[in-house]
Nanobody, 121 residues
Framework: QVQLVESGGGLVQPGGSLRLSCAAS????????MAWYRQAPGKERELVVG???????NYADSVKGRFTISRDNAKNTVYLQMNILKPEDTAVYYC???????????????WGTGTLVTVST
């Protein structure tokens, strides 16, 4: 049973910073990619940033230059450093681990339960 546990969410003022953590119950190398998604009220879940096992990253345009993903393989943990936060960053942030399970490209996704980030005065 794979578990992904997020932490670090909370209330922050606009312009502030937060660091989210995602602790995995197994080695990060058992996933092909790790990612952070978010879902704002009334909106669909969207990709924030992904990182491959090789360290390649893919950021949403809305967070480029403000958010940074990193991974500590020894601790089986992925981080999301969020700076210059804006009210529109308010959402539940979910950790995702993805494995490609066959040569046709089928994937298995694992999700955490999410952590709420609220950016407000």
């Amino acid at each position: 049973q794979v578990q992904l546990v997020e932490s670090g969410g909370g209330l922050v003022q606009p312009g502030g910073s937060l660091r989210l953590s995602c602790a995995a119950s197994r080695s990060l190398f058992s996933f092909d990619t790790m990612a952070w998604y978010r879902q704002a009220p009334g909106k669909e879940r969207e990709l924030v940033v992904g990182i491959s096992s090789g360290g390649n990253t893919n950021y949403a345009d809305s967070v480029k230059g403000r958010f940074t993903i990193s991974r500590d393989n020894a601790k089986n943990t992925v981080y999301l450093q969020m700076n210059i936060l804006k009210p529109e960053d308010t959402a539940v942030y979910y950790c995702n681990g993805r494995r490609v399970i066959n040569v046709e490209g089928a994937v298995m996704d694992y999700w955490g339960t999410g952590t709420l980030v609220t950016v407000s005065t």
